[in-house]
């Protein structure tokens, strides 16, 4: 049974940071590529970070680039995204997201339809 268990979000006043964590099991999670989505109230879930299977790899949404940090701990099992400089545009439900093909084609990581497998998601919440 694979389990995507997202943690870390809470209440955070605009230019905090946050640190969300997603820990993995059932699948062989070395060999996945791992995302990080967001959605919120009202708006379509979107594109925020992703790092290929052997960490090797990175990409960011423009709106988080350069502020958010996408990293991989495989003996852990767990995919972190640290969130710097928050904005109360930032405030979502945040995804994990796992991709078994071990290879990137294109921008295909900014779409949903690439991942296999999702979490419950984290709630962030960016206070002004």
């Known amino acids: 049974q694979v389990q995507l268990v997202e943690s870390g979000g809470g209440l955070v006043q605009a230019g905090g940071s946050l640190r969300l964590s997603c820990v993995a099991s059932?699948?062989?999670?070395?060999?996945?590529?791992m995302a990080w989505f967001r959605q919120a109230p009202g708006k379509e879930r979107e594109f925020v970070a992703c790092?290929?299977?052997?960490?090797?790899?990175?990409d960011y949404a423009d709106s988080v680039k350069g502020r958010f940090i996408v990293s991989r701990d495989d003996a852990a099992n767990t995919v972190y995204v640290q969130m710097n400089s928050l904005k109360t545009e930032d405030t979502a439900v945040y995804y994990c997201?796992?991709?078994?093909?071990?290879?990137?084609?294109?921008?295909?990581?900014?779409?949903?339809?690439?991942?296999?497998?999702w979490g419950q998601g984290t709630q962030v919440t960016v206070s002004s």
């Open positions: 059932g699948i062989a999670f070395s060999s996945y590529n």
């Open positions: 790092i290929s299977w052997s960490g090797g790899r990175t």
């Open positions: 997201a796992a991709d078994r093909r071990g290879y990137y084609s294109g921008r295909d990581y900014e779409h949903e339809e690439t991942y296999d497998y």
